[in-house]
């Protein structure tokens, strides 16, 4: 399929005046201070405070009666809670908090679904000026162990279910836990396992915050490096900031929008646009429990009228393998903008849903360090397939290369170097737990270095190229792994692709790449020679695999990013390391 280098937007195809109509403009006379006072900061100036403002500032006006929060429980079933409501519950869970004697700056840790204590345990925490932290359900007892160990925590909020399988045992091994609470037991288990509901009828629906500081820790995510253990990223208060910004004028929030998050929450994602961005603009948060379903996410966009679909390329791709033609059997009419992270989206991805969706989609970039959306493709602005889009405004974003251990910014348009970011923005992280040195490494003097590889071009677009861990060089030549699978995947044949560098005497490396396979394709020679024949006449010799094998499912972390590292050790005979995000 040849691609068109653009997807032009004219103000003719708005369903409704984006919030960031001039881009240009937009940037140019931004400032955090403006944000700020879009805000409302603690009652008698006594801070900011992230869950006052996603909550209690509406709930205290003119939105308190209408919907915060609808919860779409596994079985179908909804349930909507006001802002009101939201207010009073995240109250009573600051409230058990305090009856527990759980300090300010102490870790909450959750390890539940998406179920409404998780939103209760979230912003209760917060309200008590308490460290909240989530962990992906889906972990098993070894990375438990390792986060809750390095994150001190001293509250686990989660279910009986998962308290059985994965927690009970290894209680001992954890000092600094005092309570585990569980959301769904009627009676307490013993003195330190809880019935949350029972603390929360007890518990008074009146709460007055405490004075926050904007430098005051609030989230703590933790990361997996390309080596050693998980890296505990702290988020402040002040974090706020960018998640209104980003939420303004990205995700583009409306009055009266309801919007869907998919992602997991133990990823960022599921906290800073599952939580908090949508409720900081007052709009409907629509909470589906359920687990990935092709025709049942149709069905909830359709049923829900979402105006706002954040999701990401793992499960576009899969969306993409449906036989059906969506806007066709869907009603998908109040569906205006649709956004994706995590991973590269492939232009296939957003030339399809254009045809099949009827829009295209947005790709955005982040990380857990960034605590918010930094590089995107906006509504208003064209899109360039492949692209992960422009900076924020108030983001400040170069390529730098390193020269003799000094970084130097490119100027040259379409170099490859790394990225990286003028430090300050709110929601940059302050730390890795106990982990100063690494902290300090990702900085050089006013820049922080991402660790991603990409290129901008000369209209200021910023292309993704690789992890600078997973690039690939052969025989002179860097190979981007997104390039090689971005080809791949345009054959009819491929659902999805992974390549990495495997060591070769002559080449220094060669590309080998992995992929699984569209129903109805069976994998044998004569696919393997079509795919490197295609792959060579799209991309030349130098930089088309030179290998490729067929497996069913690559392995892949929780929120969908394809673990290229782990092919490479599984095909050089290395130790596995973290495996702890792999989904199983
Ligand atoms: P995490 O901290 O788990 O959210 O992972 C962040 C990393 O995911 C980034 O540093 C990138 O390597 C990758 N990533 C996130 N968004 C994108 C995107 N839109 N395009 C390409 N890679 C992305």
Known sequence: MALPPTLKKGTDSWKIKPNLYDYQTVSKNFSWKSVKSALAGLPKGKGINIAYEAVDRHANADLAHHTAIRWISKKGETQDITYQELKAQTNRFANVLQQLKIKKGEAVFSMMGRIPELYFTALGTL???????????AFGPEPILQRMGKGKATVLVTTTKLYQRKI?????????????????????????????????????????????????PALLHFTSGTTGMPKGAVHIHNAVLTHYMTGKYVLDFQEGDIFWCTADPGWVTGTS????????????????????????????LQREKINIWYTAPTAIRRLMRLEIKPKDVFDLSALRLIHSVGEPLNPEAILWAQDALGMPIHDNWWQTETGGIMI????????????????????????????????????????????????????????????EERYKKCFYGDWYLT??????????????????????????????????ESALMEHEAVAEAAVIGIPDEVAGEIVKAFVSLNKNYIWDEKLRLELIGFCRKKLGAAVAPKVIDCIANLPKTKSGKIMRRLLKARELGLPEGDTSTLEK
């Not at 309200?127 to 359900?137: D, E, Q, V």
């Not at 600094?176 to 330190?192: C, G, Q």
């Not at 992960?388 to 000094?406: D, F, S």
């Open 168 to 216: 009970n045992n290894i209680l001992e091994q954890l000092p600094s836990l005092r309570y585990v609470l569980l959301t769904d037991a009627e009676k307490d288990l013993n003195e330190k396992v809880l019935s949350l509901s029972a603390l929360m009828e007890e518990a008074s629906h009146d709460f007055e915050i405490p004075p926050t500081d904007p430098n005051d």
């Open 273 to 300: 646009y599952g939580i908090i961005s949508p409720l900081l603009h007052g709009v409907t948060n629509i909470v589906a429990e359920a687990e990935f379903d092709a025709i049942q996410w149709f069905e909830i």
């Open 127 to 137: 309200k008590n000026t308490s460290i909240f932290c989530p962990l992906f359900s």
């Open 376 to 435: 995107s493709n906006f509504p208003s602005v064209e899109i360039r397939p492949g692209s992960m889009g422009l900076p924020l405004p108030g983001i400040e974003v170069v390529i730098l290369k390193n020269n003799k251990e000094e970084w130097q910014e490119i100027d040259t348009p379409d170099t490859v170097g790394e990225l990286a970011l003028k430090v300050g923005w709110p929601s940059m992280f302050v730390a890795y737990l106990e982990e």
């Open 451 to 484: 660790g991603d590889l990409a290129k901008v071009d000369q209209d200021g677009y910023y292309w993704f190229v690789g992890r600078s861990k997973d690039i690939i060089k052969t025989s002179g030549h860097m190979v981007g792994p997104f390039e090689v």
